[in-house]
């Protein structure tokens, strides 16, 4: 009994302890809050009264800015309402003058218009006066045609014929002039002697050598001789841009085409192929681009050996495989690799005459034909194309203007030109050098001749000295002697157009006056 009333007091006692500290922590909680409170309505007036002094002062600062943009706007409109009035002001006093200037114009109008009358009829009585100057004109000459026997249009047509006459006589004249006081007979002298010093101390084997354009079967041993098949040289032209076909005979190939580089490719080629017997396609192509490498380092190394010969420094690369080139190449079947190195020679010589660049003639003389090298791959002359590649790979301008000129197909601008040019006729003149066959020669004379009696007067034409010379005989009525000069001109020109040939043609014009008397 006595433990539970213990245990009942003990709980009441906890019960009450718990009842006063739930007053006290209740009581606590309402200071904190209480004091919260007052934080927060202290802060929320503190952030109050800082909006409003923010938006006072932007306000204030709004103003003001208003302010200076109203004083500056009122400032400018003041200036530029001043620059309006001044501009008024200039407009009034330009009207002014405008209108003045009306008046002027109106006063000279009136003016012009009063002189314009007798203006008027005085253009009006010229007209007349000027109609009846037109028909006495016209009768006038309508007189003096029939007095004369002929018309007007007829005398001037006669008076245009004898100036263009006097004209072509004067500068006949001129040009004669100027070739003799040119080509004295001293100067004449001079250079025959200077090339014959040349051609003498020249000491070189004449004959040349011809490359073959037809491949002979070769012999048969036991049988027929080798053939190749049709369709294996349709391979070989389509690899070398060449023709390849059998001989009327079919006892040989026939290669035709301007590249003479390919020529000797398909001659080594076809050798091989009788050697080895059918090849298949594969091989064909292999064998035909490595004769072609072969050649071209072959011809390099000519192209080399020709300026070792000249003992002169080597040019660009691309100018000595052209020179080397030449090799191959042929002109009236002179080899035009050995003419080079002969005309560098000749042409070196007469400069030392000269007492110029000894080693920059023959420089000139050597490259003067790289041209034809090239004539198969592109068009046009190949003395100008061999001076443009010059240029363009960095020669010296006097070499690249004697190749230009060497065929007077650019201007001469130096001395060295002249030279390559001599150099160039005399390997290609000198006996032995060339050959062509007797119908092609004849046929050539014969076509001189043709193109010089053509010309009005001419009487009779003959071709002499192998071709070197034309002769023609005029008729001394129909042919001054002024007359002559021009027409020797004209045949030249002629057969310099109409024709192709080595070296140069001498034009001789000869007008015979015969006055005969019977004495008795």
Not at 312 to 319: C, D, N
Not at 347 to 372: N, P, Q, S, W
Not at 468 to 487: C, H, I, M, P, Q
Not at 488 to 494: G, L, P, T
Request: proline share 2%; charged share 30%.
């Amino acid at each position: 009994m006595l433990a539970t009333i213990v245990v009942l007091l003990t709980g009441v006692a906890g019960i009450a302890v718990g009842l006063v500290l739930g007053a006290r922590v209740r009581a606590r909680a309402e200071l904190v809050s209480r004091a919260f409170t007052q934080e927060w309505d202290h802060l929320r007036g503190v952030a109050e009264r800082e909006r409003k002094t923010l938006l006072l002062d932007a306000e204030v600062n709004a103003r003001e800015e208003a302010l200076a943009l109203r004083m500056a706007a009122d400032a400018d409109f003041q200036s530029r309402r001043t620059v309006l009035a001044e501009r008024e002001t200039t407009l009034a006093g330009r009207a002014v003058l405008v209108d003045a200037e009306k008046r002027q114009l109106e006063e000279k109008r009136t003016e012009l218009s009063r002189r314009d009358a007798p203006l008027v009829e005085s253009e009006n009585e010229s007209k007349r006066v000027r109609n009846e100057i037109a028909g006495l004109r016209s009768k006038a000459r309508q007189d003096l045609e029939r007095r004369a026997n002929t018309t007007s249009v007829a005398v001037i047509k006669s008076v245009m014929e004898q100036e263009i006459e006097d004209a072509r006589t004067a500068a006949a004249l001129l040009v004669r002039s100027a070739g003799e006081g040119g080509a004295s007979m001293e100067i004449t002298r001079g250079a025959k002697r200077l090339m014959g010093i040349a051609c003498g101390r020249l000491v070189d084997r004449h004959a040349s050598d011809r490359p073959q354009h037809v491949v002979m079967l070769p012999e048969a041993r036991g049988g027929k001789p080798p053939r190749i098949a049709e369709e294996d040289l349709k391979r070989l032209e389509a690899l070398t841009a060449m023709q390849i076909a059998y001989t009327r005979e079919e006892d040989g190939i026939r290669i035709d085409g301007l590249d003479g580089v390919a020529r000797e490719v398909i001659r080594r080629c076809l050798y091989r192929m009788f050697k080895r017997g059918p090849m298949p396609p594969e091989a064909i192509e292999k064998m035909t681009k490595e004769f072609t490498l072969e050649l071209e380092r072959e011809t390099f190394e000519a192209g080399k050996r020709a300026f070792a010969i000249l003992r002169i420094p080597v040019a660009h690369r691309e100018i000595v495989a052209l020179v080397g080139r030449l090799i191959y190449r042929t002109s009236y079947s002179q080899n035009q690799w050995e003419h080079a190195i002969e005309s560098g020679f000749l042409c070196g010589m007469m400069a030392y005459e000269l007492g110029l660049d000894v080693k920059l003639a023959r420089r000139a003389a050597l490259m003067h034909d790289i041209g034809k090298a090239l004539t198969h791959q592109m068009e046009g002359s190949h003395a100008l194309i061999g001076a443009d590649y010059a240029r363009r790979l960095g020669e010296l301008e006097a070499v690249a203007n004697a190749i230009g000129s060497h065929h007077t197909e650019e201007p001469f601008n130096s001395v060295y030109a002249h030279l390559v040019t001599a150099a160039d006729a005399m390997s290609g003149g000198r006996p032995g050098s060339r050959r062509q066959s007797d119908d092609n020669h004849m046929a050539k004379l014969s076509e001189m001749e043709r193109i010089a009696r053509g010309f009005r007067g001419v009487a009779e034409a003959f071709a002499v000295q192998g071709g070197r010379e034309v002769r023609t005989y005029v008729d001394a009525e129909r042919v001054s002697d002024e007359g002559a000069n021009k027409l020797a001109a004209d045949i030249a020109k002629a057969i310099s157009t109409e024709m192709t040939f080595p070296g140069q043609i001498k034009i001789t014009v000869i007008r015979e006056v015969l006055a005969v008397e019977l004495a008795s």
